[in-house]
């Protein structure tokens, strides 16, 4: 990871937990290295499935323990800039035209961000994640080439490894495993049963820690 040359990381996923499981060792990096870090969360995840495990959370409460909850992780983190914007769950790709691009057009100009971390486009499963990597992809192309912040996308669709090959940005997470098992546990109506199988002494367990617990994975994504 490359501290001295980034002004100001921006993250933007569309759900409460997103930064949690494949970001969260990377965040607080980049901030305990002292370099500024915006969490732009674009919806509260409350048209979610997981209502708990087991269920605790009703479909009218879920709004409010999501926020909760990712006002939770940013503290552990050592978040200071949290930006909840509201946009209604599950239907960012109905989003008039151009409105995520200009959200995240003028994050980047405020923040005079270097490097923006967020979902790979078509290799991210959701459409709520499709459509935030789109709009990602359209601001940041429509910037002056001198300007643009560097692109480190998250992918995990099933073809990633066969279309992409192996990610070219890996961060060693050791030392932040404790600090990140507390972001996961901050969202526990989304992450109970993984916290379950990551403290199993199972085979289960064991691969759930290798895959989440010692190193975040990345791909660069360069725009022609």
């Given at each position: ?43 509260f995840g409350d048209m979610g499935r997981m209502l ?173």
């Amino acid at each position: 990871m490359d501290f001295a040359n980034e002004n100001h990381v921006l993250v933007v996923f569309p759900h409460p937990d997103d930064e949690a499981f494949g970001v969260s060792g990377t965040i607080m990096k980049y901030i305990d290295a002292g370099v500024p870090v915006t969490y732009a969360c674009l919806t509260f995840g409350d048209m979610g499935r997981m209502l708990g495990y087991p269920p605790f959370a009703t479909r009218e409460s879920l709004r409010a323990i999501r926020k909760a909850e990712v006002e939770e992780s940013a503290r552990v983190m050592g978040l200071k800039d949290l930006r909840l914007l509201g946009f209604r769950d599950k239907t960012l790709e109905f989003e008039e035209k151009g409105i995520l691009k200009e959200v995240i057009t003028n994050l980047v100009e405020e923040l005079s961000t270097t490097r923006i971390i967020s979902f790979y486009p078509g290799y991210s499963v959701h459409p709520d994640h499709e459509a935030t990597a789109d709009a990602v992809i359209e601001a940041v192309k429509d910037m002056p080439i001198k300007d643009r912040p560097k692109l480190q996308m998250v992918a995990f669709d099933n073809r990633t490894f066969d279309d992409l090959g192996e990610p070219d940005i890996v961060n060693d997470i050791d030392g932040y495993t404790d600090r990140k098992m507390e972001v996961m546990a901050a969202h526990r109506s989304q992450t109970g049963k993984l916290l379950e199988d990551l403290a199993a002494d199972t085979q289960q367990g064991d691969d759930a820690r290798n895959r989440w617990m010692k190193y975040e994975n990345f791909y660069s994504y360069e725009i022609d």
